[in-house]
Structure formats: C-alpha cells, structure tokens
C-alpha cells in the first residue's frame, strides 16, 4: 500500500508557473506508475498527465501538451508535475494517483492511489 500527499498549489496569474509535487510513503515506488488528475467545481475529475513506473514514458492531456511535464525522482518517492503558462481554465483541486506495473494509465478508475489533493486557482 502506498500514501500519498500532494503540495505546491496555490494562487498564480494567468502565464504564470507552479511546481506540484507528490510524496509517496513506501519503500516500492519505482514499482508505481504514478498519475495526475484535476477536478474542477462542478465538474468530473479528469486525467492530466502519467508517468510509467520506469520512468521512461509520459503522457498528456492535451489540453496541458507543451505547458506541463510530469517527472519523478524515485529516490525522492516523489512524482512533479511542473506547470508553466497557467491559464485560468487550469482552476481546480490536482490530485496525484498511483497504480502499481502502471504505464502512463489515463482513467481515473486505473489507479489504486489518491491523494487528498491540492488546490490550483489561476486568476485572469
């Protein structure tokens, strides 16, 4: 089993950047593919970016292709999601996931593992 606790969100304006990062309890997280998600008020919550538990595959939501990147460092247990040119429809709770042999998994009902999530709020 493996916990999660999700950090660095926050107030930003539009084009502006935050870090998010994602620590996972645990001695086998190089096991985990690890995943974002959002959800915004009123909304279903929807796949952001994944990383595979090797590390050496990503995947993106398109609406965040070419402003996000999901990276991790396993000696850290931890998963980043760095987010650049924010814009306000970026708005909402991020929640990291974890799924164990996962590669790069989109649906939220893939993964084991939540978080208890972060809020992102972009003004305009």
């Known amino acids: 089993q493996v916990q999660l606790v999700e950090s660095g969100g926050g107030l930003v304006q539009a084009g502006g950047s935050l870090r998010l990062s994602c620590a996972a309890s645990?001695?086998?997280?190089?096991?985990?593919?690890m995943g974002w998600f959002r959800q915004a008020p009123g909304k279903e919550r929807e796949f952001v970016a994944a990383?595979?538990?090797?590390?050496?595959?990503?995947n993106y939501a398109d609406s965040v292709k070419g402003r996000f990147t999901i990276s991790r460092d396993d000696a850290k247990n931890t998963v980043y999601l760095q987010m650049n040119n924010l814009k306000p429809e970026d708005t909402a709770v991020y929640y990291c996931?974890?799924?164990?042999?996962?590669?790069?998994?989109?649906?939220?009902?893939?993964?084991?593992?939540w978080g208890q999530g972060t809020q992102v709020t972009v003004s305009s």
């Open positions: 996931a974890a799924v164990i042999g996962g590669i790069r998994a989109t649906m939220v009902g893939a993964y084991d593992y």
């Open positions: 645990g001695r086998t997280f190089s096991r985990y593919g």
């Open positions: 990383i595979s538990w090797s590390g050496g595959s990503t």
